[in-house]
């Protein structure tokens, strides 16, 4: 054996090519920022100089908007956290549910043939019309603002999951057969792991989705929540539209956090992935 | 634990006994006239016809055949991952799906099939995984396996980081795990580049002396690569396959590289040659 030379398998990257370091990547995005806030200061200045009486709530300036913030921290805190908070409890939930659809579709062909459907056709579905029906059923805002969180993740990852389950090959198929595993063994070695990526991908679409569901619930009165703020700002008039545009920021950023959190674990749970091979060593 | 199974041939052998010796062995796979007739919506192929040949107990016999003349059709059949459509086949004595459930195979296939998210370890202990073996043995017994294949250092490497053959050799150690009585090989060295492939033919050799009493049946298009490695080779026709005859490879073990260049050897992949070009002719 030890005659055998042992292919170098490691060295493939140029070793002279630079590593793209992290901090370079938030100067980048520090850099983006700079511009786009520059473009806003801009238009805002300009609108101002058409003599607009309403120029300050169609576009207020930036530190408007931050000073309102930090003038009411409470109010803003409270509304992200209940808006945010129940569209991670969504998203677990919906996570759950769309799992078991998923692995239970996988079981056999006609029970994937006979949900695969209703599944779809679930989706087609208006969300702002779901809301007054489950508002009717749940009589809690709280209960609907968490079912439609978890019902935009659930159609998701199940469609997700249905796939990843299915994206095994059939030599690996027979490998376990040959094994005599059963179908709990080749749904634990084999199917799950094969549908990491797949989730993942459903996941990174879900995830501020979930946010969406949770802030269309919060537009149809429910209190204390960033939908509420927007729907306030509006109704209340001009001079509360920096409310509005925060609450915009707000959900979009948490949008992108949670997508980014999704990200990551993703990375930590399955770095064997394609594209994160070049960390795994 | 798989000596629980039982059905293991009862005749202790080693590898290296004269070909004479081996063929007084029992007959540890039997196919009599077995067909496979795949249907489809519109059509149906019939991919195996009328295979009839026996392996014994501890030999090493080659399938081959040009593409498509069924031959991954009939390890498919023999392993019990399908069944045929007609005639008989026996391993040991029982049905080919009754000898899968008892774990009596372990398979390479032509692609390596190993799982990305499996360092080299946890790969070719996964059929130990599978069977509950508990922990300390499972580990012991992949550290042996992984040292006769010769990838030691590569343990908690993953799959991508291999090359095809250390892929393959990953594959084989695998199979080998669980000391199944039967090796069944379905082109394993087919995607390989021509000189990897040579070595890992007789690295095959020394693995398998290396695991006595293993029953190998090897799939290959690559006469060469037949006539080296085996005790007996099946020839095979086009499709629907068709097992043309038999040839004993009477040539001395322990073999190594240098029986290529033996007279008989050229003899050997001469005649097979000759065999294969001719049923080619007659197909036509």
């Given at each position: 054996?030890?005659?055998?030379?042992?292919?170098?398998?490691?060295?493939?990257?140029?070793?002279?090519?630079?590593?793209?370091?992290?901090?370079?990547?938030?100067?980048?995005?520090?850099?983006?920022?700079?511009?786009?806030?520059?473009?806003?200061?801009?238009?805002?200045?300009?609108?101002?100089?058409?003599?607009?009486?309403?120029?300050?709530?169609?576009?207020?300036f930036?530190?408007?908007?931050?000073?309102?913030?930090?003038?009411?921290?409470g109010?803003?805190?409270?509304?992200?956290?209940?808006?945010g908070?129940r569209?991670?409890?969504?998203f677990?939930?919906?996570?759950?549910?769309?799992?078991?659809?998923?692995?239970?579709?996988?079981?056999?062909?006609?029970?994937?043939?006979?949900?695969?459907?209703?599944?779809?056709?679930?989706?087609?579905?208006?969300?702002?019309?779901?809301?007054?029906?489950?508002?009717?059923i749940?009589?809690?805002?709280?209960?609907?603002?968490?079912?439609?969180?978890a019902?935009?993740?659930?159609?998701?990852?199940?469609?997700?999951?249905?796939?990843g389950?299915?994206s095994?090959?059939r030599?690996?198929?027979?490998?376990?057969?040959?094994?005599?595993?059963?179908?709990l063994?080749?749904?634990?070695?084999?199917?799950?792991?094969?549908?990491?990526?797949?989730?993942?991908?459903?996941?990174?679409?879900?995830?501020?989705?979930?946010?969406?569901?949770?802030?269309?619930?919060?537009?149809?009165?429910?209190?204390?929540?960033?939908?509420?703020?927007?729907?306030?700002?509006?109704?209340?008039?001009?001079?509360?539209?920096?409310?509005?545009?925060?609450?915009?920021?707000?959900?979009?950023?948490?949008?992108l956090?949670?997508?980014?959190?999704?990200?990551?674990?993703?990375?930590?749970?399955?770095?064997?992935?394609?594209?994160?091979?070049?960390?795994v060593? | 634990?798989?000596?629980?199974?039982?059905?293991?041939?009862?005749?202790?052998?080693?590898?290296?006994?004269?070909?004479?010796?081996?063929?007084?062995?029992?007959?540890?796979?039997?196919?009599?006239?077995?067909?496979?007739?795949?249907?489809?919506?519109?059509?149906?192929?019939l991919?195996?016809?009328d295979?009839?040949?026996?392996?014994?107990?501890?030999?090493?016999?080659?399938?081959?055949g040009?593409?498509?003349?069924?031959?991954?059709?009939?390890?498919?059949?023999?392993?019990?991952?399908?069944?045929?459509?007609?005639?008989?086949?026996?391993?040991?004595?029982?049905?080919?799906?009754?000898?899968?459930?008892?774990?009596?195979?372990?398979?390479?296939?032509q692609?390596?099939?190993?799982?990305?998210?499996?360092?080299?370890?946890?790969?070719?202990?996964?059929?130990?995984?599978?069977?509950?073996?508990?922990?300390?043995?499972?580990?012991?017994?992949?550290?042996?396996?992984?040292?006769?294949?010769?990838?030691?250092?590569?343990?908690?490497?993953?799959?991508?980081?291999?090359?095809?053959g250390?892929q393959?050799?990953?594959?084989?150690?695998?199979?080998?795990t669980?000391?199944?009585?039967?090796?069944?090989?379905d082109?394993?060295?087919?995607?390989?580049?021509?000189?990897?492939?040579?070595?890992?033919?007789?690295?095959?050799?020394?693995?398998?002396?290396?695991?006595?009493?293993?029953?190998?049946m090897?799939?290959?298009?690559?006469?060469?690569?037949?006539?080296?490695?085996?005790?007996?080779?099946?020839?095979?026709?086009?499709?629907?396959?068709?097992?043309?005859?038999?040839?004993?490879?009477?040539?001395?073990?322990?073999?190594?590289?240098a029986?290529?260049?033996?007279?008989?050897?050229?003899?050997y992949?001469?005649?097979?040659?000759?065999?294969?070009?001719?049923?080619?002719g007659?197909?036509?």
């Open positions: 054996m030890s005659d055998l030379p042992v292919e170098p398998v490691e060295e493939l990257r140029d070793p002279a090519a630079p590593r793209p370091s992290r901090l370079a990547g938030l100067g980048r995005a520090l850099l983006i920022l700079a511009i786009i806030l520059a473009i806003w200061y801009l238009g805002a200045f300009l609108l101002q100089l058409t003599g607009d009486r309403l120029a300050g709530s169609k576009l207020p930036p530190h408007v908007i931050v000073d309102r913030v930090i003038t009411f921290p109010t803003i805190a409270e509304a992200t956290w209940a808006t908070s569209a991670v409890a969504g677990f939930i919906g996570l759950g549910v769309g799992l078991l659809f998923g692995i239970l579709m996988i079981q056999a062909r006609w029970l994937e043939v006979s949900i695969l459907p209703y599944v779809l056709a679930s989706q087609m579905i208006p969300l702002i019309a779901l809301v007054p029906i489950m508002r009717a749940l009589r809690n805002p709280e209960l609907v603002r968490l079912y439609l969180a019902y935009v993740t659930f159609f998701i990852v199940s469609i997700a999951v249905l796939r389950l299915k095994v090959n030599d690996s198929l027979d490998l376990m057969d040959s094994l005599n595993a059963g179908r063994t080749v749904l634990r070695v084999l199917r799950l792991p094969a549908a990491v990526p797949y989730i993942f991908s459903g996941l990174k679409i879900a995830a501020p989705l979930s946010l969406v569901g949770a802030i269309i619930v919060d537009l149809t009165g429910a209190q204390n929540s960033l939908g509420y703020l927007m729907v306030a700002a509006v109704a209340i008039g001009p001079s509360q539209a920096p409310f509005l545009w925060a609450a915009l920021i707000i959900s979009s950023t948490l949008g956090l949670f997508a980014r959190i999704v990200g990551a674990v993703e990375r930590r749970i399955s770095p064997w992935q394609p594209a994160f091979r070049e960390s060593d | 634990m798989t000596e629980v199974l039982g059905a293991r041939a009862p005749a202790p052998h080693h590898h290296h006994e004269p070909l004479s010796e081996r063929s007084a062995h029992p007959v540890a796979i039997s196919l009599e006239r077995v067909s496979k007739r795949f249907i489809g919506k519109r059509s149906s192929t991919a195996v016809d295979a009839s040949f026996e392996i014994r107990s501890g030999e090493f016999v080659s399938l081959i040009p593409s498509g003349c069924g031959k991954s059709t009939l390890l498919r059949l023999v392993a019990g991952l399908m069944s045929p459509s007609g005639g008989r086949m026996s391993v040991n004595g029982i049905t080919p799906r009754e000898a899968r459930r008892r774990r009596q195979f372990g398979i390479v296939f692609s390596p099939v190993l799982f990305d998210w499996r360092t080299v370890e946890d790969n070719i202990g996964l059929p130990l995984q599978v069977f509950r073996t508990p922990k300390d043995e499972a580990r012991a017994r992949v550290h042996e396996l992984t040292a006769t294949v010769g990838l030691t250092e590569f343990l908690d490497h993953y799959p991508w980081q291999l090359s095809g250390m393959q050799r990953v594959a084989i150690a695998r199979a080998l669980f000391r199944p009585p039967f090796l069944l090989m082109e394993p060295f087919g995607a390989l580049d021509m000189i990897t492939r040579d070595r890992m033919g007789s690295e095959l050799l020394r693995i398998w002396a290396a695991t006595p009493g293993t029953t190998v090897f799939i290959t298009h690559s006469i060469p690569e037949a006539v080296l490695l085996s005790d007996r080779v099946v020839l095979m026709s086009a499709r629907p396959g068709r097992v043309l005859r038999t040839v004993d490879i009477d040539l001395p073990r322990p073999r190594t590289e029986v290529r260049e033996s007279p008989a050897f050229f003899e992949d001469t005649e097979l040659r000759r065999l294969l070009i001719e049923a080619d007659q197909d036509e």
